[in-house]
């Protein structure tokens, strides 16, 4: 979904700014258990107006493929977009992509399960065991029990298209 919804200059600005755009983009992070400098590599394809497709290269989440319904707001077209989606393992992702300055900025709400589980996150949503994994995650700790990661990361790859990703369907399941 697209917001604000009945903005015309909005849709325009969407296909203009985000759709099919595919991202490839690096945090500069630390690991969790060492300390010691990494880089994670992330990739985004910007499906459609209301569908993401990522596959998590680096970091405690490497080895991550999925889809997910996704909700876009333009905050200021041609420059930034917000990108809000929900997890099967409970846990709430914010991205902001910042055009000019080639930049991404997250927040996400990791549920404990899906934290402190991040090998059961691991997989491809199409396995069907991996995505009853991943829902079993959801069912660990309450919402406060959150661990909440924000970081920032410079984009390395920017075009259109589905790259090296799998493309969907929306007969395909998403929250």
Known sequence: ????????QTKEAFERDIANRHLVYFYNAKNPQTGADEKWKYEMWFHSHDRIVYHI???PMA???NYQKADYQCIRAGELWQCNW???TGTICSLVYDIPNKKITTLLGFSKGHWEEAEQAHGDKRNPHDLARWRKLAEIGKQTDRHLLHDQADIAQDFRGSGDLEDISYDD???
Do not use: N, T
């Open 86 to 88: 929900l997890e099967e």
């Open 173 to 175: 399941p998403v929250l």
């Open 1 to 8: 979904m697209i917001w604000p919804q009945e903005s015309q």
């Open 57 to 59: 290269h680096g970091g």
């Open 63 to 65: 080895g991550r493929i």
